[in-house]
Antibody, heavy 120, light 109 residues
Framework: QVQLQQSGPGLVKPSQTLSLTCAIS??????????WNWIRQSPSRGLEWLGR?????????EYAVSVKSRITVNPDPSKNQFSLQLNSVSPEDTAVYYC??????????WGQGTLVTVSS | QSALTQPPSASGSPGQSVTISCTGT?????????VSWYQQHPGKAPKLIIY???KRPSGVPDRFSGSKSGNTASLTVSGLQVEDEADYHC?????????FGGGTKLTVL
């Protein structure tokens, strides 16, 4: 069955870059029928979709307006994984970050979540 | 503040039915038949229970059902069980973007 395994640091300093990776098993980041997403959850903002990457003969990315100037989601076909980079973080970016597979315009498989705290 | 509006709490007794609403706009719920619902137990990742308004993924009991009317979607849980106590989140496609509700805490009394 499809599984997503997240990795990355749980503590990031303000103004630095948050970086997380999501490794995919039993599916392919290059699949033509799904998309690979990042979502975060905090008590103040609830669930918030951040962005996604997907392959349809070429690679596409889509990002939430709220983070568009600071976010990059990159696929890594050689390792069958994808990553999140969020630049210039502030304490407001403190949240549990999830990766998830998108299928039928829904998020059907989720990673385990990573609590990222932005603090000096 | 979340884009979709859900009641913060709902409750019911075992065996009863409860319905949770999710209100959006014509730019999200009203414009697309791509409403999904997620169940989240404490400390766990969300789990998809409804997609495309009223479809259930394999393994989700038919006690869970979804519907939509205009800009409002609804999740109904019939025959409540103790293990249904969780947070429930609605979501909708909004044109190259996904929006969520603030979540509803369902208590099984």
């Amino acid at each position: 069955q499809v599984q997503l395994q997240q990795s990355g640091p749980g503590l990031v300093k303000p103004s630095q870059t948050l970086s997380l990776t999501c490794a995919i098993s039993a599916d392919s980041v290059s699949s033509n029928s799904v998309a690979w997403n990042w979502i975060r959850q905090s008590p103040s903002r609830g669930l918030e979709w951040l962005g996604r990457t997907y392959y349809r003969s070429k690679w596409y990315n889509e990002y939430a307006v709220s983070v568009k100037s600071r976010i990059t989601v990159n696929p890594d076909p050689s390792k069958n994984q994808f990553s999140l980079q969020l630049n210039s973080v502030s304490p407001e970016d403190t949240a549990v970050y999830y990766c998830a597979r998108g299928k039928f315009y829904a998020l059907d498989i989720w990673g385990q979540g990573t609590l990222v705290t932005v603090s000096s | 503040q979340s884009a979709l509006t859900q009641p913060p709490s709902a409750s019911g007794s075992p065996g009863q039915s409860v319905t949770i609403s999710c209100t959006g706009t014509s730019g999200d719920i009203g414009g697309y038949n791509y409403v999904s619902w997620y169940q989240q137990h404490p400390g766990k990742a969300p789990k998809l229970i409804i997609y495309e308004v009223n479809k259930r993924p394999s393994g989700v009991p038919d006690r869970f059902s979804g519907s939509k009317s205009g800009n409002t979607a609804s999740l109904t849980v019939s025959g409540l069980q103790v293990e249904d106590e969780a947070d429930y989140h609605c979501s909708s496609y909004a044109g190259s973007n996904w929006v969520f509700g603030g979540g509803t805490k369902l208590t099984v009394l």
